[in-house]
C-alpha cells in the first residue's frame, strides 16, 4: 500500500510561484517513481512530471518546461514541485501519483493523493 498526502496549493496571481509538497508513505512507496498529475474542469487528468527515487529520471510535460521543478527529499519520503512563472492556464487540482513511469506519462497512475487546488488569476 501507497499513501500520498498534497499540500501547499493555493491562489496566486499569474507570474506567482508556488510549492507543492506529498509527503509519501508506505512499505512499497520506493517501488515506484513518483509524479505530479493535473486536471482542470472539464478536461481530463495530464502528466505533469515525474522523478524517481535516486533523483534522476526526471521528464516534465512540455506545457511546464522550464517553469516547473520536480525534486524530492529521501530521508522525509517527500516530493515538490516548484512551480515558477505561474499562468491561468496551469489552474487545476494537482495529485502526487506514484507507479510505473508509463503509467504516469499516461495519466493512470494506480496509487494517487486527494489532490490541492491551485488557482492562478490573471
Known amino acids: 500500500q501507497v499513501q500520498l498526502v498534497e499540500s501547499g496549493g493555493g491562489l496566486v496571481q499569474a507570474g506567482g510561484s508556488l510549492r507543492l509538497s506529498c509527503a509519501a508513505s508506505g512499505r512499497t512507496v520506493r517501488n515506484y517513481e513518483m509524479g505530479w498529475l493535473r486536471q482542470a474542469p472539464g478536461k481530463e487528468r495530464e502528466f505533469v512530471a515525474v522523478?524517481?527515487?535516486?533523483?534522476?529520471?526526471?521528464y516534465y510535460a512540455d506545457s511546464v518546461k522550464g517553469r516547473f521543478t520536480i525534486s524530492r527529499d529521501n530521508v522525509k519520503n517527500t516530493v515538490y514541485l516548484q512551480m515558477n512563472n505561474l499562468k491561468p492556464e496551469d489552474t487545476a487540482v494537482y495529485y502526487c501519483?506514484?507507479?510505473?513511469?508509463?503509467?504516469?506519462?499516461?495519466?493512470?497512475?494506480?496509487?494517487w493523493g486527494q489532490g490541492t487546488q491551485v488557482t492562478v488569476s490573471s
Open positions: 522523478i524517481n527515487w535516486s533523483g534522476g529520471g526526471v
Open positions: 501519483a506514484a507507479d510505473s513511469r508509463t503509467a504516469l506519462r499516461m495519466g493512470r497512475p494506480g496509487y
